[in-house]
């Protein structure tokens, strides 16, 4: 026993000491982003959509709690929060609004999000309104929930 065990610690050293892997969303976040920017050309919108960050602060705020609040579903926040105060709160005063993804995995797609979004008439004004011209989006995943959620800026 002695023996198998000096041979397994150098194994169990190397697993101890290897960095611990965070997800990095950043390719997600920006997909999203150029996505929704092809939904509004494709509306008619000549301005272009913008990276504010802010609005990607007020929809973390969103993100990480709807991820760690499972009753959660939608735009209003555990505190209570509307989309609008989260904003304010990060420091942006203009009009909002917000889509919001949830997937019951670890697993979340862009193309799948803008398909559920574009199909949804709420969603899809958001998207196709040409005053929104400023988004922050950020998105967050556990073992068995993913969200996604997109604030948008005029």
Known sequence: MSRLL?????????????PVAHADNLRLN???????DTVKKQAG???????????????????????????LDGDIGSD???????????G???????????????????LDIIGNWYYRQD??????????TQIGVWSDNSFDRSVLVAVYGQ
């Open 80 to 90: 209570g929060s509307t989309v609008q105060d989260r904003a304010r709160g990060a």
């Open 6 to 18: 000096a041979l397994m610690m150098p194994i169990l050293f190397v697993l101890m000491a290897a």
């Open 123 to 132: 969603y899809f004004a958001i998207m196709s309104n040409c005053a929104n």
């Open 30 to 36: 920006n997909g999203i982003v150029t996505n929704v």
């Open 45 to 71: 919108c000549t301005t272009g959509l913008h990276i504010n960050p802010q609005l990607q602060f007020a929809a973390q705020r969103h993100a990480d709690d709807v991820l760690n609040n499972r009753a």
């Open 92 to 110: 942006y005063n203009g009009a909002v609004a917000e889509t919001i993804a949830i997937n019951q995995s670890l697993a979340i797609n862009d």
